[in-house]
């Protein structure tokens, strides 16, 4: 395929799938007339909203489709960012322990409120990530197996820190804490879309910035010197972004296990390695990616099946198909 034509189409199938999903939901569908009907009623309103399926529109599935979009782009961001900071093709803020320390923090939050949802999944996020770069250190370097060990025991200790909170907690808060801890988006509201939209596009702004400087980082810390880069302040700058987006992200609706893992790798088979386009690439195939997730766990079955067992399902399989693939460099 034309690479012009793969560009247009970054732009073009996220508007296609907004469309799309308006039309779709459990309480019936609607066709493109009747939904161009209802955005005119809203225009020609002034925004007054009278009909109960307008308010459905437009207060519920909008708020949803829009935080889907956010998080499943700041997730797919983050993937291809530690994945090219670490040089690691089996890295993301899932196996690094990131949404784990986020997931526990936002519990935290949830349980005893002594500072807000965000700000707790953000502080924990950082320290999770923090635990991991110390502990995959031996000698003076770290290497890819110890790292994805390193991950693998963080996210461990956080997810049965996690548990301990479920343990202690009220049955009502209980289950709060189970349903978010799967990845439900069904309680997206203008609210969480609010709270979330700040950090996540705030990060995402830095991490385009920063994009050329990326490709550089991604060949080794040497090359980077060589052409006037600190690789250390640099990687610890993208990484506090990541952990950033990441806790936003969770702290909106929930762990999604393992998309920061299979997007990168979908947008390097499209557009190749090139960090340039593949940042703007994430944002739209991993926004776009969440949204036909999304769409199918609430239309396939009478019930919502949260959209975190999708991506479990989808991701587990290529995790191993990956770290198969890696085990000639995990010597090295």
């Known amino acids: 395929m034309n690479y012009y034509v793969k560009v247009t189409l970054l732009w073009l199938v996220p508007l296609i799938l907004l469309i799309g999903s308006l039309m779709l939901g459990t309480t019936g569908n609607l066709t493109i007339t009747e939904l161009l009907d209802y955005v005119n009623k809203l225009i020609t309103n002034n925004g007054v909203i009278n009909a109960p399926q307008e308010t459905i ?77 110390l502990v995959s250190f031996v000698g003076a370097r770290t290497t890819i197996v110890s790292m994805v060990l390193s991950g693998v025991i963080v996210s461990g200790a956080f997810t049965a820190l996690l548990t301990l909170l479920q343990y202690m907690s009220d049955p009502y808060k209980l289950q709060a804490i189970i349903q978010w801890t799967m990845g439900n988006l069904h309680t997206a509201s203008w609210q969480k879309v609010q709270s979330a939209f700040g950090p996540i596009i705030l990060g995402l702004v830095v991490v385009l910035l920063l994009r050329f400087k990326l490709n550089v980082l991604a060949l080794g810390d040497n090359e980077a010197l060589a052409v006037g880069i600190n690789p250390k302040y640099l990687k610890l ?13 969770v702290a909106a609706v929930g762990v999604i296990s393992l998309f920061g893992l299979i997007v990168p790798h979908m947008t390097r088979m499209a557009f190749g390695p090139n960090n340039n386009i593949g940042i703007w690439a994430n944002i739209s195939i991993g926004g776009s990616f969440l949204l036909i997730i999304d ?6 079955m009478p019930f919502e099946i949260p959209v975190g067992v999708f991506t479990m399902i989808i991701g587990t399989p290529i995790f191993i198909i990956l770290m198969r693939k890696s085990l000639s460099i995990w010597s090295s």
């Open 57 to 133: 529109l437009w207060k519920v599935r909008l708020p949803r489709i829009v935080l889907t979009f956010l998080v499943g782009s700041s997730l797919a961001v983050a993937g291809a960012v530690l994945q090219a900071i670490f040089r690691n093709p089996i890295v993301d803020p899932f196996t690094l322990g990131i949404s784990s320390g986020s997931a526990f923090g936002a519990a935290l939050a949830m349980l005893f409120p002594i500072m807000s949802v965000n700000l707790s999944a953000f502080i924990f996020g950082v320290c999770a990530v923090a635990f991991t770069y």
């Open 295 to 300: 769409d199918f766990s609430r239309a396939v």
């Open 237 to 249: 700058a993208l990484i506090a972004v990541s952990t950033m987006i990441t806790a936003s992200a």
